[in-house]
């Protein structure tokens, strides 16, 4: 029985590296990693919690400004209303030589869940958004991160 329970042990622990390894060959989202291009200096640390502040305040400012009260975003040429839900402060990034990556979900007013991906750059409290895109809608991907050349790219959802 111990013998039994050894073997399966060591076959977990076989299996677990690659297994690590497998799961970002398709990350999700874009990451720091071998992608990020840090090309080493001091560069100032910017915490998750900066990232998200940011993001919020990016939300409500653009709330704020719209007639409806609700932030928008463009889907097939049409501007598409919504809330938000949640910031996702576990896939909050810094990716480096300043630049974010925030991902929320929002409610549109047709009662849907998008998935919408956020790209800042800036200090805390000065973040900026530079690039806002629908990544899923009701949970089903419109596009998948890949790294190629040390540059994360968007590619089609299989």
Not at 4 to 11: C, E, G, L, T
Not at 31 to 46: C, D, I, L, T, W
Not at 94 to 104: H, I
Request: aromatic share 6%.
């Amino acid at each position: 029985m111990i013998s039994r329970i050894i073997i399966a042990a060591a076959v977990a622990l076989l299996f677990s590296p690659a297994a690590r390894v497998l799961s970002q060959e398709h990350p999700e989202h874009p990451s720091k990693g071998s992608a990020a291009g840090n090309k080493g200096g001091a560069e100032k640390r910017v915490s998750t919690a900066d990232i998200s502040t940011g993001i919020k305040k990016n939300i409500e400012a653009e709330t704020k400004k719209s007639s409806d009260g609700k932030f928008h975003v463009q889907q097939e040429g049409q501007p598409l209303a919504m809330d938000l839900v949640k910031v996702h402060d576990e896939r909050l990034q810094d990716l480096g030589s300043g630049k974010y990556f925030a991902c929320v979900d929002m409610k549109g007013t047709d009662g849907k869940i998008y998935d919408i991906d956020f790209f800042l750059t800036g200090q805390p409290g000065k973040m900026k958004v530079t690039e806002t895109s629908i990544h899923k809608i009701d949970g089903k991907p419109l596009y998948n991160w890949k790294a190629e050349n040390g540059k994360w790219q968007k590619v089609p959802a299989t």
